[in-house]
């Protein structure tokens, strides 16, 4: 029965693809592999015959336009600054590694089958990082595929995203449906929980031990009825 599945963050193909070169023991052979991922997005994974310690990962993503001024092109340049180089015709970034001067190769295979991820999360890093600076920035929509968008609405506090999803298959809207209801009943029962509990914290302070009548008076009496200094 079709349904909504949970992916995983990186690509394993692209991850295994990359594995295979980063980690040749021998002489590398030349490989050109177009993969293609969620969202519509694609992948050329390209090692040359005349230079086969070259790789080269091409990505198209295709809101990555959309977006590029938004924390897209910062991503890029925060996570894959060492690898950048001019992109092929028909993708949206061109990363160039080097196989030879990796200085971490698994930290290096695990960031490029992120790459999608992470391009993608510098929108987000882009608004969350604003707040956190006080920046004033502007609300901003991106389709992050055809049945869904995101919209970043800013304010001085707080960053709200909203994501408009558009379920066309029949089971993703029940289950949908049935996510949003759990959502409202526990919100409702967290409000009244946290009701509850201001009400008997306030009942608590409100609940002040009297004080012992008299003794102020007892106090002041004694004070007044010690005699005075003898002079000398």
């Known amino acids: 029965m079709p349904g909504m599945i949970l992916l995983e963050p990186g690509n394993r193909i692209l991850e295994e693809?990359?594995?295979?070169?980063?980690?040749?023991?021998?002489?590398?052979?030349?490989?050109?592999?177009?993969?293609?991922?969620?969202d519509d997005v694609s992948y050329r994974i390209v090692v040359d015959k005349s230079n086969t310690d070259l790789l080269k990962l091409s990505v198209n993503i295709p809101p990555f336009q959309h977006f590029k001024g938004h924390g897209g092109q910062a991503a890029v340049d925060k996570y894959y600054g060492e690898f950048k180089g001019p992109a092929e015709v028909g993708f949206d970034v061109t990363l160039h590694v080097n196989l030879t001067q990796l200085r971490d190769p698994a930290a290096a295979i695990h960031n490029l089958s992120l790459v999608k991820s992470k391009i993608t999360g510098g929108v987000f890093d882009h608004f969350f990082t604003a707040l956190m600076a006080d920046q004033k920035v502007e609300k901003f929509k991106f389709d992050l595929r055809g049945d869904t968008t995101i919209f970043m609405c800013p304010r001085p506090d707080r960053v709200t995203v909203v994501f408009e999803v558009n379920f066309q298959i029949k089971m993703d809207q029940v289950i949908a449906n049935v996510m949003l209801k759990e959502f409202v009943a526990a919100r409702f029962f967290?409000?009244?929980?946290?009701?509850?509990?201001t009400f008997f914290c306030l009942v608590r302070t409100s609940v002040v031990r009297p004080p012992v009548l008299g003794t102020p008076t007892r106090l002041r009496s004694s004070a007044s009825s010690a005699s005075p200094p003898t002079k000398v």
Not at 28 to 36: G, H, I, P
Not at 190 to 197: D, E, I, R, T
Request: include cysteine; charge should be neutral.
């Open 17 to 38: 693809c990359v594995r295979s070169q980063v980690e040749a023991t021998g002489k590398r052979e030349a490989m050109d592999v177009r993969l293609f991922d969620f």
């Open 190 to 197: 967290f409000s009244f929980f946290l009701f509850l509990l």
